[in-house]
């Protein structure tokens, strides 16, 4: 969990880039990697000093890279927040030294809002929903009970609760659909195979839909169906979370059923609200993403655009 850059480059002879220090949650999934090229490429010189930090999904990892960045006196902080909850003493720490705060991507679960300054981030209880949506709307005419496994996300990770809250909002609904096993696998492909061994290990044959939370982790568990000698997409249909690369490739080979959108390339709009908040400008409170749901028939056409 290392900082890298901020090797002091300025905007020209004044110096005078913004210097901005980044923890991100870790490189867990592809999703992951391309919301880091995306912000570092946005956080470039000259304009910006970026001060990167990589929190291998650990809290304790962010709560130090904040802590440094504050010891630093930075201009802003950005973070996506591993977990939601156990933010407040921080961020306190920061709003005391008069650092204001951008999370990115994910929320966090504070008593006092003014600890941070914005929010840029996906919808995730609407991810959860249409995905549900999809899936409901994939089985019409079908009898229940439907039987669904759910991969989660990291534990107590804004994207974990609320897709869970989102897709059960939807699935309640109808009583064919039941959540017969539900565990997390970090939002990795390695956990994801790993969890939806155990599942078709108890289950057996009686899985008839899999919610993943993200793609890599439905990718992960389709090598565990097919080891299993079924075929994903047809004996378990899967439903995920992201669009991917790998889940149009997955979608277009027929294995994966639908994925809804979370666009990770936030870069730009992050360095907006980065100015912004520097400069004493008025932001609003939550910055939303525009996403999509995308389909198997969609996936071929759609591949060539994919840029993540
Ligand atoms: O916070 C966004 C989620 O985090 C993405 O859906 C997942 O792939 C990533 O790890």
Request: some cysteine; charged content about 25%.
């Amino acid at each position: 969990a290392g900082c890298s850059g901020g090797d002091g480059a300025g905007a020209g002879a004044g110096g005078d880039a913004i210097t901005v220090g980044f923890s991100q949650v870790g490189a867990e999934s592809e999703w992951r990697t391309a919301n880091t090229r995306s912000v570092k490429e946005a956080l470039a010189p000259p304009e910006f000093n970026l001060k990167f930090s990589d929190a291998q999904q650990k809290q304790e990892n962010q709560i130090k890279a904040l802590r440094s960045f504050i010891a630093q006196g930075v201009d802003v902080i950005a973070f996506s927040p591993v977990v939601e909850t156990g933010w407040d003493t921080v961020l306190r720490e920061a709003k005391a030294a008069g650092i204001p705060v951008v999370l990115t991507d994910r929320a966090v679960n504070v008593a006092d809002d003014s600890l941070y300054a914005t929010l840029i981030g996906s919808d995730f209880v609407e991810e959860g929903r249409r995905a549900a949506r999809w899936l409901v709307e994939d089985s019409e005419g079908q009898d229940g009970p439907i039987r669904i496994v759910e991969l989660q996300g990291t534990v107590g990770s804004a994207p974990a609760n609320d897709r869970m809250k989102g897709f059960k909002e939807v699935i309640d609904a109808d009583a064919r659909f039941q959540i017969v096993r539900s565990q997390s696998g970090d939002f990795t492909r390695a956990r994801g195979k790993e969890v939806m061994e155990a599942f078709l290990k108890a289950e057996g044959r009686n899985i008839d839909v899999l919610f993943a939370h993200n793609d890599d982790m439905a990718i992960g568990a389709i090598q565990a169906i097919e080891e299993a000698g079924l075929k994903p997409g047809t004996d378990i249909r899967i439903v995920s979370i992201d669009g991917v690369r790998g889940a149009f490739e997955a979608m277009k080979a027929g294995k994966l059923n639908a994925t809804v959108e979370c666009n990770p390339l936030l870069g730009e709009q992050l360095a907006q609200l980065i100015r912004d908040v520097h400069a004493g400008r008025e932001v609003p409170k939550r910055v939303q993403v525009e996403e999509g749901v995308f389909t198997q028939d969609q996936a071929e056409a759609e591949l060539p655009n994919r840029k993540y």
